[in-house]
């Protein structure tokens, strides 16, 4: 038979806060656990503040990843030598994935110069070309792979493999996380579709897993699981968690000394918190009319992406380190074969207004210093026509750009052939890249390492360099 | 804290010699396990058989200015470490990270591969000196102070050590405690409720050692311990990639490692069965079967590229290294392996072995699918040569499709196949692919068509009409096959562009004695009598010398594998890095005892059970859990075992606990793996739909899902999230050892997924059946709590736990009435889920 105890209800109703809760379990052992979870921010690896003064300002990035591979030859690389060669065969040796390559093939698009900086933007990023002051354009970059998935893996971890921890993961392993409800590193999709390569692509690979990329969908329950089941009422979880902590005391007074017992005990505070404070970084109802039609939230088109965007500046402010966003999965993506001038105008008018809203935002809000937005693809297309509209991959010389984070604003480095097909000058590898946005970060890509399979590995492994001169 | 700075400042280079071991002294400071000793007499006093040798002395050749840059450049690394890691610094003072960072460079043979690959081939063999690459002797047990607790040989090791640090072995554990770690620790879930009552009852002698012969011959056994080799052997039902495939015909070879743990086939016939069982047994499934160790790898099929070929190799033989000899080969794809004796002149011997060797699906029948073949192949015949007909047709209507092609491709392209041609293979594979696009046009316009008016559709009726007629298909599984010799060219810095000679195959010299390997046909010593029909193959000779205790690394491959049955057994290794025994791993914390072990394993015909059972019938093993101050003081991270460490459950365990305690885990061994339904969100990927991806999540909950974790597939870029939230690690690499994570997620995940309140359902429900209740309002609750206590925890609740978990079912009743009773027990079953007690076993 069950007794009636008002004692027990009070207790339960009366929940101890953490603090008691865990000064009062496993004694001294409790107090010491406590001191290392009280201090939310945890040890930043990042130190390295030599050169520039933009060198270490990055506190948060925010990814842009057009997946399938923009045309940077018909966005930002304007190569006016493409209409001379219209129709033509393509004067030398062409790699593309698919044999047989068409003639070159000019822009559909018109370019125009924008800004002071006066760079050349197509006509089908209206919006952004407005902002073309705070962006570093990288007009030679270069990758390993031709084909997406490979690629992606290059350009998130350095490797063409599976398995590699990607740039996310050894950012929040290297500045340590600043949230205290959310993950250090959080992923979003296109709703559309999930790009290929599924979860492998934001991988933490042999790092520890709490620098995993964890999946954020743009619902009230942004989280897997975040949602708690219908028949378990709030009140009856509060009830469970109580009940844990009671267990869970008792084991830790029999385990002291035992680190990894107390983290567990958080970990289970921290997921009933998060339960609405991540509903609340989903929420941008909160925000106002006017900012939410800045990141096109009332034109159908882009408005999936805009939330996504917004959401990722409301968890830079909560303290997240790495958001990466992809726009395109496998389907809806950037990857034209054929029709590239209708398709990308499309792809364009999904993005153009939330990312010329967000690098607006970020700055009205002062944090474009400290938030550093990166934007590009795989690879590349080619100046040769595929399918007689479309562009075939190009991952020898193609545009990526940066803004914010201490990154030289109004700037363009590196140059490709009169094609947009090599570079001729200042060519930028992904390990170039990623030792720049550490270096941004206030890290040193050759310091930043973990010890596996026989050898200290980093982000880079001995390749690349950071590139000065994009440094603010 | 302050002597282990010092040391770092001002290091000196004395080398101990130990036995075979070689250790390192700084400042004077000898630096072992954690502790340091200022006087080579304290370092005696802890070891007594050490001999500390000046460096200087075994110093053999002057290369003062190399030596000079080194310092400087080791010790500017030094330094940046050094600030980059304040924090973690008690951590990275692990004497051996200290010998990595400090290491004398540059000397003696250790050092002397050379880094500039153009050099590789002058790069002397000589017998690389390192501890783990030694001949084993089999030391002796020491004598010991106190011997009350002793019970094999094991405990003289640890007892040895343990009073020169003056600690005390904690007391042996209780009865049910010990009986939960032994499940855990054999068969990989928590025990039956009666096992555990009626283990604690029996008091007759040996019943401890019973109970382990008994689990060691439990089939569930084979299946929790084939789960480290499969980790270890990167397995996945998979392709991973952008189509990423599933690979129906994947799981014959994780069936073979389950069936070799539980048949306890000898570890060296393990090995090279897993390397050459197609060549070595051919007329043996199993042996085919095993060979799927090198085919598990993730496997682009879409446009891959020749880069890729050199990356999957590279994979082969990194995987095969340092899971077999914990040696990271890898590192020497493009230049000499920076701290351990491996040239880059080996990686390519071995590249050499595999280059010719092929995917392929082998029917896995006992005569090799021969009566299958004397139906089957002259439907085949026809079969292909109708699909030839029908492909030269696609090509003679495409011409056009083949226009980026050289004249000398095509050349190729219309040569018969051979096999071994790879450039064939890959401009097939290529060419195959631009027309497949078109394929799908073609059929289109061949619909339009009137069927009988074209060839090609005649074709495809006879291809309909032989596939008809083939007879059942025998089982099949991926393996390796072929390895013709060959040689392969040096890649510098592994770029495919820079080749630097050929080299044909070879093993690993610095493991090799009596036979020169890098001379023409060495590798011939280990094949010298194929069959007379077959030609050698160097892959079957690889096999042979893997497991060769005279010439080859016989003796480091025992001293492996000893290591990760130990790590399993008490969490971290005798050597904490399981994959790496050489220079940047770290020492052994009990050296002799890792000696002792791998030699037991040689001398008992390589029988892994034997080490379990010694492991686990050990003093050392029975120690219970508790921590008193001394040892945490002295030894926090325990490495010296004076007590037992509670460990979390791996994602499997705690899958396999789950469906237990739910009542629904029958005996269910072998054959495809189930897909659980996961939730929609968390599948991503494919070219198609998620629906045709993985199943999507229902309440259904159907018998045939309820196998052990094992069998749950992992399909590489969609996994299941409860395996990956628990570090299941995700096929990519040869895992030697999984991560613990802890996540707020994993709350989420045990807190709000179906499987977990399904789970507690069905164990209230089983709970409230097993205490003879009629009715859930009849029912004696404190029953039903100590019920779920021992399906749970293997043990009664005692006075406070059952009161706490009365009051709990109490306040619910008061809060909500319009809750069902049973649902409430359900969300005490949960609970019980959520605890530390569930997820960390003492």
Same mark, same amino acid.
């Given at each position: 038979m069950m007794q009636r105890g008002s004692a027990t209800r009070q207790r339960s109703v009366l929940m101890p806060t953490r603090r008691e809760f865990l000064s009062r379990t496993g004694g001294g052992c409790g107090l010491l656990a406590l001191a290392s979870l009280l201090q939310e921010e945890q040890h930043s690896r990042a130190g390295d503040s030599t050169g520039k003064s933009g060198a270490g300002q990055t506190k948060s990035v925010i990814w842009l990843f057009m997946n399938g591979g923009p045309s940077g030859i018909d966005l930002f690389d304007h190569k006016p030598d493409l209409k001379k060669w219209d129709g033509k065969s393509f004067p030398g040796k062409i790699e593309t994935l698919f044999p047989h390559p068409g003639p070159v093939m000019q822009s559909p698009y018109r370019f125009r110069k924008h800004g002071e900086s006066g760079a050349t933007v197509s006509e089908v990023y209206p919006h952004l070309a407005r902002h073309v002051d705070k962006l570093t354009f990288l007009k030679a970059c270069r990758s390993d792979a031709q084909n997406h998935v490979p690629a992606c893996y290059m350009v998130n971890s350095g490797v063409i493999r599976v398995g590699a921890p990607c740039v996310g993961s050894w950012m929040t392993y290297g500045l340590g996380r600043s949230s205290r409800d959310l993950p250090g590193f959080v992923v979003m999709h296109d709703p559309r579709s999930a790009p290929e390569g599924g979860a492998n692509l934001w991988d933490t690979g042999f790092l520890p897993g709490e620098n995993q990329g964890v999946m954020f969908r743009p619902s009230a329950h942004p989280i897997l699981y975040l949602k708690r089941p219908a028949e378990l009422s709030r009140s009856a979880q509060a009830a469970q968690l109580n009940l844990l902590r009671q267990l869970n005391g008792r084991h830790s007074a029999q385990h002291p000394a035992e680190p990894q017992l107390q983290a567990r005990i958080e970990s289970f505070e921290t997921a009933f918190r998060m339960q609405s404070s991540a509903g609340r970084v989903v929420d941008v109802s909160q925000e106002s009319r006017l900012t939410q039609s800045l990141y096109g939230l009332d034109d159908p088109e882009c408005r999936a992406f805009g939330h996504q965007l917004l959401m990722a500046r409301r968890m830079v402010e909560d303290g997240v380190r790495f958001i990466q966003i992809y726009h395109g999965g496998w389907k809806a993506n950037w990857d034209h074969h054929a029709n590239l001038a209708e398709d990308h105008r499309q792809r364009c008018s999904e993005t153009d207004k939330p990312i010329a809203g967000l690098l607006a935002d970020l700055q009205q809000r002062g944090l474009l210093d400290s938030t550093l937005v990166v934007w590009g693809g795989e690879f590349g297309r080619t100046p040769t026509s595929q399918d007689r509209d479309g562009r075939d991959h190009n991952p020898f010389g193609f545009t990526m750009w940066l803004a914010g984070g201490g990154a030289r604003p109004g700037f363009t480095y590196g140059k490709t052939d009169e094609f947009g097909y090599r570079p001729v000058e200042n060519s930028v590898s992904m390990h170039d890249l990623h030792a720049t946005i550490l270096h941004l970060a206030g890290l040193d890509h050759d310091n930043l390492t973990f010890f596996h399979d026989g050898r200290e590995q980093s982000l880079t492994n001995n390749r690349g360099s950071v590139i000065h001169d994009i440094v603010a | 804290m302050a002597v282990f700075r010092n040391a770092f400042r001002n290091w000196s280079a004395i080398h101990v010699r130990w036995t075979s071991l070689i250790c390192l002294t700084l400042c004077g400071v000898l630096v072992y396990g954690g502790f340091g000793w200022n006087s080579e007499a304290g370092f005696h006093e802890f070891c007594e058989d050490a001999v500390v040798v000046q460096y200087s002395t075994i110093q053999r050749r002057n290369a003062q200015e190399k030596q000079e840059r080194e310092d400087q450049e080791n010790e500017n690394r030094r330094q940046k470490h050094l600030k980059a890691d304040q924090e973690t610094l008690q951590e990275r003072l692990k004497w051996t990270r200290v010998i990595s960072d400090v290491h004398p460079p540059s000397e003696g043979p250790l050092r002397r591969a050379v880094t500039d690959v153009g050099a590789t !081939? &002058?790069? &002397? !063999?000589?017998?690389?000196?390192f501890w783990s690459f030694q001949p084993l002797n089999r030391p002796t047990p020491p004598h010991v102070q106190s011997t009350t607790w002793l019970r094999n040989p094991i405990d003289r090791f640890i007892a040895a050590q343990l009073e020169r640090l003056g600690l005390e072995p904690n007391q042996e554990a209780e009865r049910q405690v010990l009986c939960r770690r032994l499940w855990y620790g054999l068969v990989g879930h928590a025990p039956p409720p009666e096992e555990v009552m009626g283990y604690a009852a029996d008091d007759r002698a040996m019943a401890y050692e019973r109970l382990v012969s008994r689990l060691l011959s439990n089939p569930g056994f084979g299946e929790h311990w084939a789960r480290m080799w499969l980790d270890l052997a990167r397995y996945a039902d998979s392709n991973g990639y952008e189509e990423d495939e599933l690979r129906p015909h994947a799981y014959p070879y994780r069936d073979f490692v389950i069936w070799a743990m539980n048949q306890d086939l000898s570890f060296d016939r393990f090995i090279r069965w897993q390397i050459a069982g197609d060549l070595i047994e051919p007329d043996n499934p199993l042996a085919v079967a095993a060979t799927g160790f090198f085919t598990a790898a993730p496997y682009n099929t879409f446009f891959p590229q020749e880069a890729e070929r050199f990356t999957e190799l590279d994979d082969m033989v990194s995987t095969m290294t340092s899971s077999m000899l914990g040696l990271s080969v890898g590192c020497a794809r493009c230049h000499d392996h920076k701290h351990d004796p491996i040239p880059t002149r080996d990686y390519y011997g071995l590249i050499a072995v595999f280059i010719n060797t092929r995917r392929t699906h082998s029917y896995l029948i006992p005569d090799g699918g021969q009566d299958y073949r004397i139906l089957a192949d002259p439907v085949n015949k026809r079969l292909e040569e109708v699909k030839q007909i029908r492909t030269a047709w696609i090509k003679e209507n495409n011409i056009?499709?083949?226009?980026?092609?050289?004249e000398e491709e095509k050349d190729l392209l219309r040569q018969p196949i051979d096999p071994d041609n790879m450039e064939q293979e890959r401009l097939i594979s290529l060419c195959e692919r631009c027309l497949l696009i078109m394929d799908d046009q073609i059929d289109d316009e061949i619909d339009a068509l009137p069927q009988d008016e074209t060839r090609f559709a005649q074709l495809l009726d006879e291809i309909e009409g032989l596939e008809a007629n083939l007879p059942p298909r025998p089982p099949m599984g991926l393996t390796l096959s072929g390895g013709a010799a060959t040689q392969t060219p040096i890649l510098i810095g592994g770029d495919l562009r820079r080749r630097d000679g050929e080299v044909e195959s070879g093993f690993v010299t610095a493991v090799t004695s009596g036979v020169p390997v890098w001379e023409n046909g060495a590798w011939e010593a280990w094949d010298e009598s194929p069959a007379e029909d077959s030609a050698s193959v160097p892959r079957r000779a690889l096999a042979r010398w893997m497991t060769d205790t005279q010439r080859g690394p016989g003796p480091l491959l025992a001293r492996v594998i000893v290591n990760r049955l130990w790590q399993q057994h008490f969490g971290q290794g005798l050597v904490r890095t399981t994959n790496d025994f050489g220079q940047q791993g770290e020492l052994p914390s009990h050296p002799l005892l890792l000696e002792w072990l791998a030699c037991e394993l040689m001398d008992n015909n390589w029988s892994l059970k034997h080490i379990h059972r010694l492991i686990v019938t050990s003093a050392t093993y029975r120690l219970d859990a508790g921590a008193d101050p001394d040892s945490l003081r002295i030894d926090p991270e325990n490495r010296f075992l004076s007590r037992r460490r509670p460990r979390r459950i791996t994602a499997e365990m705690m899958w396999d606990t789950l469906h237990l305690a739910g009542g629904n885990l029958p005996v269910v061994m072998y054959g495809p793996g189930i897909q659980p339904p996961i939730c929609r969100e968390a599948v991503f990927n494919t070219q198609k739909e998620a629906e045709e991806t993985w199943p999507i999540r229902t309440d259904e909950d159907r018998s045939t899902l309820w196998r052990r974790g094992i069998y749950v597939m992992l399909k590489r870029t969609i996994p299941v999230p409860i395996m990956q939230l628990f570090d299941a690690p995700a096929g990519s690499f040869s895992c030697g050892k999984r991560k613990i994570t802890t996540v707020p997620t994993q709350a989420l995940a045990l807190w709000h997924s179906e499987l977990l309140r399904r789970q507690a359902r069905r164990m209230a429900e089983r709970a409230v059946a097993e205490v003879g209740a009629i009715t859930v309002s009849e029912m004696d609750i404190r029953e039903f709590i100590e019920r779920v206590y021992v399906i749970a925890f293997s043990r009664k609740p005692d006075r406070e736990e059952l009161v706490t978990g009365v009051e709990f079912l109490q306040e619910i009743d008061d809060a909500d009435n319009a809750v069902p009773k049973m649902q409430k027990l359900a969300d005490f079953c949960h609970v019980m889920f959520l605890t530390n007690e569930f997820l960390y076993v003492d």
């Open positions: - | !081939h &002058a790069v &002397a !063999h000589e017998k690389a000196q056009q499709e083949l226009e980026g092609f050289t």
